[in-house]
């Protein structure tokens, strides 16, 4: 996926490309931190409760990790892509180049979990992304992931990134409606405390469910 997609991580208009041949815009400009007053307030409730270690996994260009470390909250990005890191680097933020079911530092110690921008999708199996995330969080720890819109059900599609001129390889992705957190969450060992839909973009908030985990020491 490197290289077109690192164009999109630089703002170059790019697109995605499903195998049926649907194609829609990447929000480059989003991930770049948009001046677009609706873009920020929806980057505002994906960080607003973060006020402790919170790690950001499929990064990007760090747009999160930067605010909340001008915030003075300890953040750390994850990407697979060295641009991404280098971007997030260049803004001062700390990110790690690495596969994020891999090891990664503070693993079950994490406040907050970031999955912004439908990153939920990645390696097309929410439910396993999902437990990796209860891995990397503490007891208490709270998952805060944006999901598609209502309706959009869960379809694993094979997709591609585009340019006007160039096109990257294609890979697997799962794109995954707010109607889906309730039962992802359970079956992760999660509870969705609520969600919340701004500038029409869908987030949802995850505690652990102690329930479950006090069922499972039992």
Do not use: K
């Not at 996926?1 to 990447?26: H, K, N, P, Q």
């Not at 180049?97 to 994490?110: E, I, K, N, T, V």
């Not at 890979?171 to 109607?179: A, D, I, K, P, Q």
């Not at 992760?188 to 985990?213: M, N, P, Q, S």
Request: aromatic fraction near 6%.
């Amino acid at each position: 996926m490197s290289g077109v997609f690192d164009r999109a991580l630089t703002g170059a208009e790019c697109w995605i490309r499903a195998g049926d041949g649907t194609r829609r815009a990447l929000p480059t400009r989003r991930w770049l931190n948009s001046s677009d007053s609706a873009d920020r307030r929806a980057d505002t409730a994906l960080t607003r409760e973060c006020d402790g270690p919170t790690i950001d996994l499929g990064c990007g260009p760090g747009r999160l990790v930067a605010t909340l470390l001008r915030r003075g909250v300890i953040a750390l990005g994850v990407d697979i892509s060295a641009t991404a890191v280098a971007i997030t680097r260049g803004r001062g933020a700390p990110a790690l180049q690495r596969d994020m079911f891999g090891p990664l530092p503070g693993a079950g110690r994490w406040s907050y979990a970031l999955l912004a921008d439908g990153n939920i999708g990645i390696g097309a199996d929410p439910d396993r992304l999902l437990r990796r995330v209860g891995e990397l969080l503490a007891s208490d720890g709270v998952a805060v992931i944006e999901f598609d819109r209502p309706g959009s059900g869960m379809v694993t599609q094979r997709i591609r990134v585009e340019t006007a001129t160039s096109a990257g390889p294609w890979f697997s992705w799962t794109r995954v409606g707010v109607e889906y957190a309730e039962p992802l969450a359970g079956a992760a060992g999660f509870r969705v405390r609520t969600t919340v839909e701004v500038a029409g973009r869908h987030i949802a908030w995850l505690d652990r469910d102690r329930t479950t985990a006090a069922a499972a020491l039992a």
